[in-house]
């Protein structure tokens, strides 16, 4: 049984976003912000199309242009609608806007705002793609979260229409790797054109939104590092590589990955420890691991200071190394 039109119209919008993702995961790729808003925009029409073709019975008649004929013979209005061709004679289907506005007929299909801001400042970015060459960090950190939130509410509103899985083909989604680092990007001198997109799409993004609703205008990305034992987890693995992706931590971050001090990591141990003492064992013990990030984070009471005193923090896989050595309760 050959598959219905709308179906095929949900593999050319999933293909379109794949497109998009792909191109925006390459760094060196110079017009990545410009041609991931192209071929996103492209995906999100197919998808709406797609559902209008599901809720028209796949008539393809739902997604066509009709215009009316300005006058009859007799020179009064003409209430016949006549297709509108392109300039090769083939039937013109409507803009991503037209497709919207059809949607906005059926109570169950209808875009939310946080959606449709979304999609609009999708637009504005391919629109303003001639005013500026290359973008800056600072309007890259736009894009960026713009684009997070239109990949995000993509495979959302996917799912729900259509049940479409798409963790096959989009395993990985917008990675670390096109990510400016700690360059301070407010501070960074941008064109007149760029300036309005940007305050463009920060407009948007501030905007009041349902807090009930799953989708966003703009998603803001932040790193957590979590211990998985999951084959498929992400691995992450500190290094002196000069070229290595650079990820910020802060001292918030390093105390919630290294949350125990001494007396705390005793008190797990007395807890966790058939007979255990705080003797030359533990020590032994404790300094085997000194070296190893994964368990121990050194800090100096005096940053500025490389001879003060230092301070040592433990995660809660020093457990691990611990259970080697002592008989749990």
Known sequence: ?????????????????????????????????????????????????????????????????????????????????????????????????????????????????????????????????????????????????????????????????????????LSLILPLSFISGSRDVDSVVVTAGENRLIKYLQRLAAADSDAGSPYSVAVRMQIKFERSKLTSASKVQITNDPDAVKVILTEDDIRERYPWDH?????????RYAGFKQNARFSRVKKSALDDSRYVHSRLLNPREPRSSRMNFYSSAMLDVLDKEYARL
Not at 263 to 271: F, H, M, N
């Open 1 to 169: 049984m050959r598959p219905p039109l709308s179906a095929k119209f949900v593999d050319k919008a999933e293909a379109a976003l794949v497109a998009a993702v792909e191109v925006y995961n390459k760094p060196s790729f110079r017009y990545r912000e410009e041609t991931f808003a192209l071929l996103a925009i492209n995906a999100w029409e197919l998808l709406l199309k797609a559902q209008l073709l599901a809720l028209g019975g796949n008539d393809p008649r739902v997604i066509r242009v009709y215009e009316s004929q300005a006058r009859t013979k007799a020179g009064k209005p003409s209430k016949k609608r006549r297709l509108r061709k392109n300039r090769a004679g083939t039937p013109m289907t409507c803009s991503l806007h037209g497709c919207v506005t059809a949607l906005d007929m059926h109570a169950t299909s209808r875009l939310g705002p946080d959606l449709k801001a979304n999609l609009d400042a999708l637009i504005a970015i391919r629109d303003n793609a001639a005013h500026y060459i290359h973008a800056s960090p600072l309007l890259r950190k736009q894009v960026l979260e713009v684009a997070m939130a239109a990949v995000k509410n993509f495979i959302i509103l996917s799912t729900t229409w259509f049940s479409r899985d798409m963790s096959d083909s």
């Open 263 to 271: 007396k705390t990591l005793v008190s797990k141990c007395v807890e």
